[in-house]
Nanobody, 113 residues
Framework: QVQLVESGGGLVQPGGSLRLSCAASGFIFSIKTMGWYRQAPGKERELVAI???????NYADSLKGRFTISRDNAKNTLYLQMNSLKPEDTAVYYC???????WGQGTQVTVSS
């Protein structure tokens, strides 16, 4: 069955960096468009970034330049590098297989001093 397991979240100070990982299994990872989403308390889930099978990427306008999505098809792993983190980036971050109902369980990112 499809499994998406996120890791790498945690508590970080403003201005810091984190790299999230999503280990995928149960499907042919290399041919799928993958995405990162986030949901802050009291808010709707929102798109962070997506990457297609060819490595083309799209980002939420507000995050361009700070976040980088990437993938390693040999390792069936999706990544999200997050730099210059701000308190408003605090959220649960989810990995998603685009055009499906497959979601990871999420990893908490908290940006606070």
């Amino acid at each position: 069955q499809v499994q998406l397991v996120e890791s790498g979240g945690g508590l970080v100070q403003p201005g810091g960096s984190l790299r999230l990982s999503c280990a995928a299994s149960g499907f042919i990872f290399s041919i799928k468009t993958m995405g990162w989403y986030r949901q802050a308390p009291g808010k709707e889930r929102e798109l962070v970034a997506i990457i297609n099978s060819l490595g083309s990427t799209n980002y939420a306008d507000s995050l361009k330049g700070r976040f980088t999505i990437s993938r390693d098809n040999a390792k069936n792993t999706l990544y999200l590098q997050m730099n210059s983190l701000k308190p408003e980036d605090t959220a649960v971050y989810y990995c998603h297989v685009e055009y499906t109902d497959y979601w990871g369980q999420g990893t908490q990112v908290t940006v606070s001093s």
